[in-house]
């Protein structure tokens, strides 16, 4: 059984002259206990998916199924006892923090807003989810403005389990960080996620980061779904072109500036507002052919192209 | 690559523990008071307001040590034909410290003491009406935007159209007439409330304005959405997350609002439609100064000193503590 | 006519740049040398606070002169622009070296088309070229650095270029005047990777083409690993490790650049291992710590470590320059351990 389920998720935006169409209809599901990475270059409609799992945005159609129950449309009051199992963890360390609240305040707010009283006073579940997130619960009463970029993101995912959610939305949680923090803070993701059985929807650009925290994997380009399987399958044998593009473009220190078997996309993504017809991605790709003009390949067993590697 | 974990020993998921010392933070507000401590300006113009505020203060006791009343009169001491004061500046002697007044020989050292504190009273209480409204205005519509956002910007832009002064000449006699007719005597508590309303009337727009634009920069901040998908609702929002971080604006809009109210009552009442004689007022004694320029232009000087001091104190306070409050704005 | 001098193009000796602030004195940088050759890539790596950007400014003469001392000598093609008057440097920069920012937004003027901006940076060294010259000339560039009809494009404005456009345009316009040094300060990093890729293999090309020197800044081995001849390893304001990309990121000697690269994840290996992140945080330039900087971090470091500060010497092969108080013997064996 799955613990959330995601069928034909939409989000079109209204823009001066026409529709932004940022999500046009996904398909997924998510385990507990199981992380799912969602990868994409900008634009691809990865963070306005964040958003609307956690309802943060209202999706324009489709549905969003949460241990069996319908919430896609669900009101504010009936949402509160959800809000508390679903939760999300953003990119920038220094947004996402209310610079005029202690981190003691900040990692507090979950529990005051839920009128949530733990054993033991608020104080005290505070300072085990500062411990848990491996900063020191002396550090109670200081500003975010005295902790480094690391820090502060390891309070807002400590302000992410106050509530013992079931699932974390994780938007880029990395990005913004220096590369030897950005180790840590996967580190930490992965003992928590190990640890309390957690759940991720783990959103992120960068490939390789989402090989080390996520075990399946679906990839997006231009709103939809191009690509999404089991780690292995989609890192060791990626049928979709846009997938082996992706993997390809990534700079490998292991490689040391060889260029052999390089896969080089022409062009920039297309404008989600008039997106092509057809497939999406065949703008960019070396496979199209006329079919790919006509008709939008459907996402079966995986993969959403009319020519898929390993196919012929 | 990958490096064994006997030779880069298992790193800690800790961070190391910070340098600095003490495990009390200091909120952002405490930096800012530090800042405005190291700033001389701060500190002199911040001592002046403090010194002017004392004195207004604590006018009836002044009053008793210096043993004369703001209504007192000391006609002996006037030349008999024009009602000049007798002697030099103005009369400037040992009992009467900054002279007396041409005309009705009235201590000009108590009335402005008392004068000090109507203005005083009337530019703070002018100023907190204007913050509340305006601040609650600004909030809501930066916060909630679409209709409400509209409705009120609409109102900000019609009152920012409206020429202030004229409205207020306008209104002051008919509202006067309105409540007490041609011939009660219309008493002070109550021109004082009417020109609140109408500082506030006009004042509050340009608060709103910048509160709102601060919420619009504010509202699409992460940790806004963190209270949101916490739960959080509106008045949370509002009021535990927005607000904290609009006290600087509003501090400082505050500190800037006070002189130009005071300035603004001494205006009007200078224009007769203010606090009126024989209330002590900086307005009505600099409006009453005027005839005697040339017989008795000491008359003109004390007033106008001071509430020079009052008004420039106040700006250079207010401008120092936004330097206080937002150091990268200046540097 | 350009001065020639002999040896490296950009020759940077024991630079430093310190700043006086209400906090205390910032060694941004604090005694670092290098030389880049026309038709080589310098890449110099580190994390924010490692003075990898601050250099880069010096270099260009662009730092305030009243908030920043600056001493040692930058001797770009043989003649030293520390101390030159304002006026002169501004001449070197454009004509003679040029940078590529991270942000191209930022960088070009919203109101201004793409086109007159290009033109007007030509046209700035180029005082007797004519308008038509000019725009003939940036036409040309625009096509040259892949940014289809180039023409029509030269007339938009920079709000309605994509990203990697942008960058393309602002790679156009650094080289409009065909400098012989190019600084770029993460000029990939606000890119999708796709784009990047693109842009990386664009630098490549021009270089062969325009045999210009490059100083390539990046926090991003994998980047650095791609383009990259030589690397230097920044941290706290020094150079810990300086040498070939073969010799630093095949056979690193400093524990700081063995963390940065355990620190990465990567697409080969086992993905259910940990990472080796470093531990601790970057230093704080006011404040940093005694004797090596990287001490508190380092899983090797030793009572030594605490008070002297490492001098730069030389390592293993020729070329690689290491800062660290570990014996070589010891280094190689614990690197080789770690392998």
């Known amino acids: 059984m799955s613990l959330l389920a995601v069928e034909g998720l939409t989000k079109h935006f209204p823009a001066r002259g026409g529709v932004v169409r940022a999500v046009d209809g996904l398909d997924f599901t998510v385990r507990a206990g199981e992380t799912l990475g969602l990868v994409g270059e900008s634009g691809c409609g990865k963070t306005t998916t964040g958003r609307m799992l956690v309802r943060l945005l209202e999706p324009t159609g489709g549905r969003i199924v949460f241990e069996d129950r319908d919430i896609t449309h669900l009101g504010g009051r009936a949402m509160r006892p959800l809000r508390q199992e679903l939760q999300i963890i953003f990119q920038d360390p220094y947004a996402s923090l209310n610079p005029r609240h202690t981190v003691g305040r900040i990692v507090a707010m979950p529990l005051t807003v839920n009128g949530i009283r733990p054993p033991g006073g608020v104080k005290k579940r505070v300072q085990e989810l500062l411990e848990l997130v491996g900063l020191n619960p002396e550090h109670y009463n200081r500003y975010p403005h005295e902790f480094s970029g690391g820090q502060r993101q390891r309070v807002g995912i400590a302000r992410a389990l106050a509530l013992r959610p079931k699932l974390i939305v994780a938007d880029e949680p990395v990005s913004a960080l220096d590369v030897s923090i950005q180790a840590q803070v996967i580190n930490l993701l992965r003992q928590l996620q190990r640890d309390l059985g957690l759940a991720f929807v783990f959103i992120a650009h960068d490939l390789a980061v989402v090989r080390h925290f996520c075990q399946r994997v679906a990839v997006m380009y231009l709103g939809r779904i191009v690509e999404i399987g089991e780690r292995d399958e989609i890192y060791e044998r990626p049928r979709h072109p846009y997938t082996r593009a992706l993997l390809s473009a990534i700079p490998n220190v292991a490689k040391l500036g060889e260029s052999e078997g390089r896969i080089r996309l022409s062009g920039d993504v297309p404008t989600p507002m008039n997106p092509p017809s057809g497939c999406r991605f065949r703008t960019r790709c070396w496979k199209a052919q006329d079919v790919c003009a006509t008709e939008e390949p459907p996402l079966t067993g995986g993969v959403a192209c009319h020519f898929p590697e390993g196919a012929s | ?331 | 006519m350009r001065p020639v001098g002999d040896g490296p193009y950009l020759q940077v000796r024991d630079l430093r740049v310190r700043f006086d602030t209400e906090d205390g004195v910032v060694r941004a940088v604090d005694g670092v040398s290098f030389a880049v050759e026309r038709g080589k890539t310098l890449g110099i790596v580190g994390e924010s606070g490692s003075g990898k950007s601050v250099t880069s400014l010096a270099v260009l003469g662009l730092h305030d002169p009243k908030r920043a001392q600056i001493s040692g000598e930058i001797l770009v093609g043989g003649r030293d622009i520390v101390g030159l008057a304002e006026e002169e440097v501004r001449h070197l920069r454009g004509r003679d070296m040029a940078m590529i920012f991270q942000d191209p937004l930022s960088a070009l003027h919203p109101y201004y088309t793409v086109g007159r901006q290009i033109a007007e940076a030509y046209r700035v060294h180029h005082s007797g070229a004519s308008r038509r010259e000019a725009r003939q000339r940036t036409v040309e560039m625009l096509g040259r650095v892949g940014i289809p009809q180039p023409e029509r494009r030269a007339d938009q404005y920079p709000h309605e270029f994509s990203g990697g456009m942008r960058q393309r345009a602002m790679i156009a316009m650094a080289l409009i005047n065909n400098p012989d040094l190019l600084i770029a300060d993460e000029p990939t990093t606000a890119l999708d990777v796709t784009v990047q890729a693109q842009i990386l293999d664009l630098l490549g090309d021009l270089q062969d083409e325009f045999d210009s020197a490059i100083i390539l800044i990046t926090h991003d081995l994998g980047v650095v690993s791609q383009v990259a001849d030589e690397v230097l390893v920044m941290y706290g304001g020094r150079v810990a490790e300086h040498g070939s990309a073969q010799q630093v990121l095949r056979r690193p000697q400093h524990p700081y650049t063995w963390g940065l690269l355990g620190s990465v994840p990567s697409l080969h290996g086992d993905a259910d291992a940990d990472l080796m992140p470093i531990r601790g945080n970057p230093p704080s330039l006011i404040n940093l710590p005694s004797g090596c900087a990287f001490h508190p971090r380092c899983p090797h470091a030793t009572n030594r470590s605490r008070v002297d500060v490492p001098e730069l010497l030389p390592a293993g092969e020729a070329g690689h320059l290491v800062a660290c108080h570990l014996p070589e013997p010891d280094r190689q064996r614990l690197f080789q351990e770690a392998r």
């Open chain 2, 1 to 331: 690559m990958s490096l064994s974990p006997e030779v880069l020993e298992p790193v800690p998921v800790a961070d190391a523990a910070p340098v600095e010392k003490g495990v009390v933070g200091r909120s952002p507000g405490q930096l800012a008071w530090t800042r405005l401590r190291r700033d001389r300006t701060a500190m002199i113009s911040g001592c002046t307001l403090l010194l002017l505020m004392l004195v207004a203060l604590a006018a009836p006791l002044i009053e008793v040590l210096y043993g004369v009343g703001p209504h007192d009169e000391f006609k002996e001491l006037l030349t008999r034909r024009g009602a000049i004061p007798l002697g030099y500046a103005g009369g400037v002697s040992a009992d009467h410290w900054f002279g007396i007044e041409p005309g009705t020989g009235r201590d000009i050292f108590i009335r402005m003491v008392y004068g000090l504190r109507t203005s005083i009273f009337i530019a703070l209480a002018s100023a907190l009406v204007t913050a509340g409204i305006g601040v609650t205005a600004g909030i809501l519509a930066g916060y909630l935007g679409g209709w409400v956002d509209t409705v009120i910007s609409w109102i900000t832009d019609f009152a920012l159209a409206l020429p202030f002064l004229i409205f207020a000449l306008a209104i002051m006699r008919p509202v006067e007439m309105r409540f007490y007719g041609p011939r009660d005597e219309v008493p002070v508590w109550f021109r004082v409330t009417v020109l609140i309303a109408i500082f506030a009337a006009f004042g509050w727009t340009s608060t709103a304005r910048l509160v709102r634009g601060q919420v619009i920069s504010l509202r699409e901040r992460e940790f806004i959405e963190a209270a949101r998908a916490s739960g959080a609702g509106l008045g949370h929002i509002l009021f535990r997350q927005l607000l904290p971080n609009l006290w600087a604006p509003i501090l400082v809009s505050f500190s800037l609002a006070v002189p130009a109210y005071v300035t603004g009552e001494a205006a009007l009442s200078f224009l007769g439609i203010g606090i009126v004689d024989p209330t002590p007022d900086f307005g009505a004694m600099i409006f009453r100064s005027i005839a005697y320029l040339q017989t008795d232009p000491a008359y003109v000087f004390f007033p106008g000193i001071t509430i020079f001091a009052l008004v420039l104190a106040f700006n250079l306070f207010g401008d120092a503590l936004r330097d206080a409050l937002d150091p990268k704005s200046s540097r």
